[in-house]
């Protein structure tokens, strides 16, 4: 049994296959450039979607402020007029009082020359009295 044994035969020369495959490489970028433009995508999506939102409270914000600017413009137009009614007020007044000392003074000085018992005087005052308070 320990005779010779038989040599199994040579390995048959291997099959000459079809040639390896370039396109695999190619489909493997091209995936990976449609996945990075996705994302792209979704991220030009998101930010579009905030800008948006943030126009709206944008303006919203401006419409506020210009109510509120305008509420103010219309306070500032009534205080103008009331100052300008006040000054003309304070105008009349003023014209009222100088006609009211024209009176008053000479009045005033009659009673001080009566509570002095200066008679001149006196007198001079009723004459401008009656002058002045016609």
Do not use: F
Not at 40 to 47: H, I, K, P, V, Y
């Amino acid at each position: 049994m320990t005779g010779p044994q038989p040599t199994p035969p040579p390995y048959p020369p291997p099959v000459p296959g079809p040639p390896p495959s370039r396109t695999r490489p190619a489909v493997v970028v091209l995936a990976l450039l449609v996945v990075l433009a996705l994302g792209a995508a979704g991220t030009m999506a998101a930010l579009w979607n905030d800008a948006r939102q943030d126009r709206g409270a944008a303006a919203g914000e401006l419409d506020a402020a210009t109510r509120l600017v305008d509420d103010r413009r219309a306070e500032l137009s009534d205080t103008r007029k009331s100052v300008q009614e006040t000054a003309e007020k304070i105008k009349s007044l003023e014209s009222a009082n100088a006609e009211l000392h024209k009176c008053a003074d000479p009045a005033k000085d009659s009673i001080i020359a009566a509570r002095d018992g200066n008679q001149p005087a006196l007198a001079a005052a009723i004459d401008k009295v009656e002058v002045a308070c016609r």
